[in-house]
C-alpha cells in the first residue's frame, strides 16, 4: 500500500493510546468564526472539484469517506457543504440506518459493500460498518437479532474480532486502490444540548428531531467509551480516524474539507497522456472537422 495518510493535529494515533476526554471539541484560539473559515472551504472544494475530476481520469483509485458523529453533530451538513459545487456524477452519497430483514441475513459488513465507490468516484458513508462497535456496543441487547451463531456472556473479545474483521476489510479496499479517510466529528455534550434545543425553537427544524435522540444522551458516557475504543483500534495510515473539533461548524466543515483536499493532492494521480501514435493523427482530424 503506497498511500499514507497526511498528517494533521486531529489524526488520531495509530499505535493507540488516544483519549477522548483530551480531544477538544472546539477550534483552536483565533481559528474559529463563520467568515474565514467558509471563505476558505469554498477555494477548497473548488480545488475538490479539480481533483476529482484527475481522480476520474485517472481511474485507478477511489476514495471512500466515512463519517461518525453523536446525534446532531453534523455530518448531513458537513457532507452537503463539502461536497456541494463538486461534479455530482463523481461522488455517491449512503446513509446507513437501522439494518434491514435483508440485512440482517448477512454479515455486518454485506450493506455497506454492497456501496463501495467505483474507481474515479468519492463515496460518502453517513455513519457505517462502525455502528456495529458504536450504538450496538452501547445497546448490547441489539446482538438478539442479528441472528448471530453464538454471541458470548463476555464481550471483550467479541467487540475485538469486529475490529479485526473491519481491519481486514479496510486493508483489502486499501490495497485494492480504495483511499479511506475516515472522520469523527466530536461534538460536546453541551454543544449537542444546544443544537436540540434549536431544533424544538424552529418550526422548520422540528423534522429532525427525534425523542430517542434525547433519551440516547443518557448513555453519553458509554457512547464516549466506545468511540475511544473504536478509534484507537481501528486508525491506520491507510485508513485513519481524524477527530474533527465539532462545537464550531464553519471551522468542522473547513477542516474536513482541508483533510480530504491535502490527501488527494498527495496521490500520484494525472489526466491519461495520449499515446504519441494517436496524438500524430490529432492534426489530420483537426483539418477534417475545420473543413466539414
Known sequence: MDFQAVNSPYL??????????????IPPDGQGGK?????????????????QRVLYADDRYSVLLIFQAMDAGGKDSTIRSVLT???????????????????????FLWRTSKRLPERGRIGVFNRSYYEEVLVVRVHTGIL??????????????FWQERYNSILDHEEHLAKNGTIILKFWLNVSKQEQKNRFLSRLDKPEKHWKFSVGDVKERMY????????????????????????????????MRKTVAELIVQNLRALDIAYPTV????????????????GE
Open 144 to 157: 438478539d437479532g442479528q441472528k448471530l451463531p453464538s454471541v458470548p456472556d463476555d464481550l471483550t473479545g
Open 12 to 25: 488520531v494515533p495509530y499505535q493507540g493510546g488516544q483519549t477522548v476526554s483530551d480531544l477538544s471539541t
Open 220 to 251: 453519553w458516557d458509554s457512547y464516549m467509551h466506545a468511540y475511544q475504543e473504536m478509534i484507537n483500534a481501528t486508525s491506520r495510515p491507510w485508513a485513519p480516524w481524524y477527530a474533527i473539533p465539532a462545537d464550531d461548524k464553519p471551522y
Open 85 to 107: 459545487g463538486v461534479n455530482p456524477a463523481g461522488f455517491q452519497v449512503y446513509s446507513f440506518k437501522v439494518p434491514s430483514a435483508e440485512e440482517l441475513d448477512h454479515d
Open 275 to 290: 499515446d504519441p501514435e494517436e496524438k500524430a493523427r490529432f492534426d489530420e482530424m483537426r483539418q477534417l472537422l475545420t
Open 35 to 51: 467568515k474565514k473559515n467558509k471563505s476558505v472551504r469554498k477555494d477548497l472544494v473548488s480545488e475538490l472539484y479539480e481533483l
